[in-house]
């Protein structure tokens, strides 16, 4: 079989008549940046996500650099984050100038360690002067939501911003103490990202930043215009990080598939860990597959599946055979980014954060997409199985 990591044609195809149709009426407008399409997709996307304020950018990087803007993040300010995160989490710290300070993740979901986090503000907090804390930046990975009440506590006891990277997230639930809250609405602000590989993913880049703080919304629709009150008209330094308008027209048919979508998602991940399981590799402990640590927790959205990401052994040669075997893999992500050059100002060295450091040697995503066919899975397990054997 032929079974590629991601299969965007196949998606397009059940929602071929839909997008063309809607990137016609874009084109016969000649309307393409902002306008009324990228407001009716904030408010869709704000109304499902529980958020008062959708504000439409330019990418999911772009949605952390003015978020963080917006709260007045800088020089001389510390930003406490997770080292095992895409580039851009810690990229937009950096860009802004402020400090990035790591902490480990949790060995079971890879989201932020909220006892790590803890440890390291403690550690912070007896330099207060030359490390001011401003906020705390944690991510949603592969699709789950982080420990957030911890988190929240933290912040709320040292006076920080809390701004979630929900890139991978868009609609999972965490079930905490003031109840089910999707990803993204916990913090001060929520960052989406619509890349195409996302599970809503546009036709080239695009983000939003969900927020409840109609003061913060309004600074981000003037920072998103390079500042700008009217036109030719700037009240502060901004940029140009607007969200296109066909890029909001072709998001708006998706969203209409998107709970569908996950649903599908959840069923091919509960496919490939029962698989697993009857298969001898999971109880051997050569391939363990991700724990939905909030399942059954009343959250019909505790996982979406953004990667099915196991912990195998001997990953290279294991990646290699599937290769051959036509099978697409990834790793996300092959090495922290406290061990990143670009970071070696920060100090960090081989064995600060060990929990990080063993999920870059071990995890690999597999193929999951709606359009994952159970032969398919059951291909994969079973080339998987017979390279262990």
């Known amino acids: 079989m032929n079974i590629p990591m991601l299969d965007l044609k196949a998606q397009y195809e059940t929602i071929k008549e839909e997008i063309n149709e809607k990137v016609l009426g874009v084109m016969a407008s000649q309307n393409f940046i902002l306008g009324a399409e990228v407001a009716a997709l904030e408010e869709e996307i704000a109304a499902s996500s529980g958020a008062r304020f959708g504000i439409g950018v330019s990418s999911g990087s772009d949605a952390l650099i003015i978020s963080l803007m917006a709260l007045g993040i800088g020089p001389g300010d510390t930003v406490?984050?997770?080292?095992f995160t895409f580039f851009a989490t810690a990229g937009a710290i950096a860009r802004l100038g402020a400090r990035t300070v790591f902490c480990d993740i949790d060995p079971v979901t890879y989201n932020i360690d909220p006892a790590s986090c803890e440890e390291v503000l403690n550690s912070l907090s007896k330099k207060r002067r030359r490390l001011r804390v401003k906020a705390i930046l944690p991510v949603h990975l592969y699709g789950q939501c982080a420990d957030m009440d911890p988190l929240l506590k933290l912040a709320g006891k040292g006076g920080y911003w809390i701004v979630e990277d929900a890139a991978q997230a868009i609609g999972s639930e965490y079930p905490g103490?003031?109840?089910?809250?999707?990803?993204?609405?916990?913090g001060i602000a929520g960052t989406l990202s619509f890349y195409p590989s996302k599970n809503l993913g546009g036709y080239g880049d695009g983000g939003m930043v969900l927020t409840d703080n109609a003061r913060l919304a309004d600074k981000l629709r003037m920072l998103r215009v390079h500042g700008g009150i009217a036109k030719y008209h700037y009240k502060i330094l901004g940029g140009n990080f607007r969200l296109d308008a066909l890029q909001a027209a072709i998001l708006r048919v998706k969203f209409r598939h998107l709970d569908d979508w996950q649903e599908k998602r959840r069923s091919r991940a509960d496919y490939y860990t029962r698989k697993f399981a009857e298969s001898g590799l999971e109880g051997s402990g050569l391939v363990k597959p991700p724990l939905a640590v909030y399942k059954g927790c009343g959250a019909r959205h505790y996982h979406t599946y953004h990667q099915y990401v196991v912990r195998v052994k001997n990953r290279g040669r294991l990646q290699a055979c599937l290769k051959t075997k036509g099978i697409?893999?990834?790793?996300?992500?092959?090495?922290?980014?406290?061990?990143?050059?670009?970071?070696?100002?920060?100090?960090?060295?081989?064995?600060?954060f060990p929990?990080?450091?063993?999920?870059?040697?071990?995890?690999?995503?597999?193929?999951?997409?709606p359009e994952l066919t159970p032969e398919q899975q059951d291909y994969i397990v079973e080339t998987i199985r017979e390279f262990y054997a």
């Open 80 to 83: 406490v984050t997770t080292p």
């Open 177 to 186: 103490r003031n109840g089910l809250r999707r990803a993204g609405t916990m």
């Open 355 to 369: 929990v990080s450091e063993r999920a870059a040697r071990e995890v690999l995503a597999l193929p999951i997409y």
């Open 328 to 352: 697409g893999t990834s790793v996300f992500y092959p090495l922290s980014l406290h061990q990143q050059k670009c970071f070696a100002d920060l100090g960090y060295k081989k064995g600060d």
